[in-house]
Structures are given as C-alpha cells and as structure tokens.
C-alpha cells in the first residue's frame, strides 16, 4: 500500500540493460534513509520489468516503496521523465532524478535531503563520476550569447574537484543524474518540454527556464553519482556512415541535430540566427568528416 506521503521520489526513465537497473535499485535501497518512493518509467522495453523485478524486490514492489509505471508505447526519456515526476510529485515535494544505469554514492539522498542549500527554490546537482573515478560533469554552463555549452570538471580526478569550484557558481544546466528538484520548480517551469525535446536538449532547456524564473543551481561537492562509460543511449553507433550522416543531422534523438539544436537556440540564444548558422557550419563539417570516416 502507498503511503500518502515520502521525504522524495527517485524518477527513474527505463528503455533497456536490466542488470544496470538492478545495480542502480540496489544502491539505493542500501540507502539509510528510508523514506522515499521509487518511481521506475518503463519506457515500452521489450522485457517483462515488473515480473523481472519481482524475483527481487518483491517487498518492495508489495508496500509501495517500489513502482512501475509502463508507458504502454516508447515515449522516449523526455516523455518517460515528465511521466515519472507528475507521479512522483503526487507523494513528495522533491524529486531526484536518476538514470537506469546510474548507482550512487553511500547516502547521497540523505546528504542531499539534510543540505544547506536544501530549499524549494534551489536545484542541487551531484559530481557526476565515471566507473574509473574519473568526473564525467559537474554540470555545465551554457553561453547565451553563443550557444556553446562546456561541461565542468570533465575528465578530472575526484580529488582535483577542489581547484575548480569556482566554475560551480557558473553552472546554468545538468542533466538528469544524480538531481534533486522540488514540485514548485516543475510547477513554475510547466515540466519537461517532451514535445519539442523528447530525447535531447529536454534537460538543458529545462534548467535555463528554471534559471529565468528564478532557481539556482547548487553543486554539492561531497554528492557523488556514477555512470557507465558505455553509452546506453541510441545514437546511431550501428548505422553505416550515410544513415550515421543523416541521424545526426536530423534525428530528434541525435543530441548534436538541428531539430534540437535550433529551437534550443530560438528560445535561450540572444543572437540565435548568429548562433545557428555557426553551430550549422561546423556540424556539416564535422560529420562529413566522420562519414568519410576522417573523424572519429
């Protein structure tokens, strides 16, 4: 039975790779804090989940810390995301927003829960580690002027954290590991924009509305989340070089496509025509380049 109410819900989007979901589950029911709700999106995977999951965590499922919600068709991860915290912002006021293959760091959710800068206003973002220790982000920060995007701390030890904490106060966006957001934020935001992003560019343009209504990104140093360095997303490794061409230039789920770069642009750039045609000219050429194979 579902309590009427929990500390937080952990949305978590599901497409594929059932062993990561397991790891990423069990990290966080060896949680000390207790009281959250696990919302886990099946985005239409082509596996039975809820039975899968049954054979471990049938307690779970039984008192309602643990909840699947099938989508029924593949909405894709903006969709699934949106679908998980209209659900979970049902039980709680915050959210922390996990991906499938993600596992976390000895009571983040309680070091997160107890912050300082815990406030319905604040988004709080973790380090976000590969499986080797090495950062994968500390969110980024995105030019408004150019529209570049720079990802902070990519590629350093843990330890080194420390020398650029500086940038932490510039960060503007993260993505959608290791995240805590309050109800009040999806409110004021109006949610996830799956329509316009429903793969890429959803989480970027959620942060900078956040930010132009008023919410401040927090990065909390001693928060720690990892991911896979195998990418179990789709973007298009398995297609020949002319289908890989074409994905990136025009699938809504190639991060680097104009149908998710330009209304990016259009709505965050304060020059986007400018931005546009720059951005234009160097993804032509560089995925010429890696169609003919002379860049990888």
Not at 35 to 64: A, F, M, P
Not at 158 to 185: P, R
Request: net charge positive; hydrophobic share 35%.
């Amino acid at each position: 039975m579902l309590k009427k109410f929990y500390d937080i819900s952990i949305i978590i989007p599901y497409f594929s790779q059932i062993n990561y979901l397991d790891e990423c589950l069990t990290s966080i029911i060896n949680h000390t804090h207790s009281n959250y709700i696990i919302i886990v999106v099946d985005d239409s995977s082509t596996q039975d989940l809820e039975n899968r999951l049954t054979e471990k965590y049938r307690y779970e499922l039984r008192v309602g810390k643990l909840v699947v919600i099938n989508t029924g068709k593949n909405y894709w991860w903006a969709k699934s995301l949106d679908l998980g915290l209209r659900a979970g912002f049902i039980f709680s006021q915050y959210a922390y927003l996990l991906n499938s293959d993600n596992y976390l760091q000895d009571n983040v959710i309680d070091r997160m829960l107890k912050s300082k800068d815990l406030n319905e206003r604040s988004i709080l973002g973790a380090i976000v580690c590969f499986e080797d220790g090495l950062i994968k982000h500390c969110g980024g920060i995105f030019d408004n002027n150019t529209g570049k995007q720079r990802l902070v701390c990519s590629n350093l030890q843990v330890e080194k954290v420390y020398l650029h904490k500086h940038e932490f106060t510039q960060v503007n966006i993260l993505g959608g590991q290791g995240v805590l957001i309050s109800k009040e934020l999806y409110n004021v935001t109006g949610g996830i924009d799956y329509d316009t992003f429903p793969q890429y560019g959803a989480d970027t343009d959620f942060y900078l509305r956040a930010s132009n209504d008023g919410f401040n990104i927090k990065i909390l140093s001693d928060c720690t989340v990892y991911d896979r360095r195998l990418n179990t997303g789709h973007r298009g490794e398995q297609l020949s070089r002319i289908q890989r061409l074409i994905f990136i230039l025009f699938s809504r789920r190639s991060h680097e496509a104009f149908r998710v770069k330009v209304p990016l642009f259009l709505r965050h750039v304060n020059s986007p025509i400018r931005s546009i045609l720059r951005y234009s000219v160097r993804l032509i050429i560089r995925t010429i380049l890696q169609a003919l194979g002379l860049r990888s």
